[in-house]
């Protein structure tokens, strides 16, 4: 559970500084990084939401 959590934590930094480089550069790269960033994160918190609902029903 821990590594979950770990992994969306960072993931959430990851897109934190894409949007600040965005906002500071106004280069769209950036913009479309975070976006990425932030769906491999949702993938990765409804995996750890996944684990778990799965933990409590075994």
Same mark, same amino acid.
Do not use: N, P
């Given at each position: 559970?821990?590594?979950? =959590?770990? &992994?969306?934590?960072? @993931?959430?930094?990851?897109?934190?500084?894409?949007?600040? /480089?965005? !906002?500071?550069?106004?280069?769209?790269?950036?913009? =479309?990084? &975070?976006?990425?960033? @932030?769906?491999?994160?949702?993938?990765?918190?409804?995996? /750890?939401? !996944?684990?778990?609902?799965?933990?409590?029903?075994?």
């Amino acid at each position: 559970m821990l590594i979950f =959590r770990a &992994a969306v934590m960072l @993931l959430l930094v990851a897109a934190a500084v894409c949007f600040a /480089f965005y !906002a500071g550069t106004g280069q769209a790269r950036y913009k =479309r990084y &975070a976006f990425l960033i @932030l769906k491999w994160m949702l993938i990765a918190a409804l995996m /750890f939401f !996944a684990v778990l609902f799965l933990e409590r029903i075994v």
